[in-house]
């Protein structure tokens, strides 16, 4: 496969992560959100709150501000830290948010359009990720699966503890393949029937206990293709905030042509030709076809294939 090239290679949304996550001094949370150095981002279940500030807009609140807006010091994760001081995620109720939806002085938004649009610099972006991860997952583990009882809150928000039984409940990550199937000169791409209009990307599945990636990669793509996958190998992953899970970029290569889709998971899959890729990629398929935007990894992994190498510097 020739190479070509598209220009500078994008940026992988959600996986910028700057901060000493600092695990080692978890236990030390409640000094640091004491520290008057001590910042936080501001979430509600599936927004964000960021601050239209002279210097532009900013995810980052001090103490008064986050208390003023709602945030929930009680629920208070730590994210990590930097140079100018610790880091935080609160909750804010999503009652609170509606309130403060009008406000000149807010910008209330989502991490998708966050990453689509590049309003904030990319490390933030990824704390953010971190911390609306870290959320949800305390939203959904309040109570121990043991024995039922209210769960305490420990280690700056990266266990609870069952006050009863004695469990300790830790935050999970839940491994999704994302695959590009290829075959020569051509790629695997479907639509899901929640996909804009005009998008096609790689197929996708949870990893299942028992199995390998590669296994998974296989299985995901026979069940939802028809398609019979022989080597596969990896490429590169990436946090996925919707709720918790890490896309995990893989090639196999196909060894059978005929297409048979599951219509409960696609409404469609197609063999795409390189020279067709790039045209997607450059916005100039002539049936207006698309591909998912840059900072997603199902972009990196299309754009690869169509350049003839590897995703850089992942």
Request: charged share 25%; aromatic share 6%.
């Amino acid at each position: 496969m020739a190479t070509t090239s598209l220009g500078p290679w994008p940026h992988l949304g959600y996986a910028d992560f700057r901060l000493d996550r600092a695990s080692e001094r978890r236990g030390e949370a409640a000094a640091f959100l004491a520290d008057p150095a001590m910042r936080t981002c501001l979430i509600a279940g599936e927004r964000v709150l960021l601050s239209h500030r002279a210097s532009g807009l900013d995810a980052l609140f001090d103490r008064d501000e986050a208390r003023a807006l709602g945030g929930d010091f009680e629920a208070a994760c730590l994210l990590g830290l930097d140079a100018a001081g610790p880091r935080f995620a609160l909750p804010v109720p999503a009652a609170r948010a509606e309130e403060l939806a009008g406000r000149d002085d807010l910008h209330i938004t989502d991490l998708r359009t966050l990453m689509v649009e590049g309003l904030i610099a990319s490390d933030v972006v990824s704390q953010l990720a971190c911390g609306k991860a870290m959320l949800s997952w305390h939203a959904r583990r309040t109570f121990c699966s043991n024995c039922a009882t209210p769960l305490v809150v420990a280690d700056g928000g990266w266990r609870r503890e069952c006050p009863n039984c004695g469990a300790q409940h830790f935050p999970r990550t839940d491994p999704v393949v994302i695959m590009l199937v290829v075959s020569g000169e051509e790629c695997l791409l479907g639509r899901s029937p929640r996909f804009a209009p005009t998008m096609w990307s790689c197929l996708a599945g949870f990893v299942e206990p028992g199995e390998t990636f590669e296994t998974a990669v296989r299985r995901e793509t026979r069940e939802e293709a028809g398609i019979v996958v022989g080597p596969v190998r990896y490429l590169a992953s990436q946090p996925w905030p919707f709720p918790m899970s890490v896309m995990i970029g893989m090639r196999g290569e196909a060894t059978s042509r005929d297409i048979t889709i599951d219509a409960n998971e696609l409404e469609g899959a197609r063999w795409f030709h390189r020279e067709e890729v790039l045209a997607m990629l450059g916005h100039r398929h002539p049936e207006g076809l698309t591909v998912p935007p840059s900072g997603a990894i199902a972009h990196h992994l299309i754009r690869a294939f169509a350049e003839g190498r590897d995703p850089p510097g992942l």
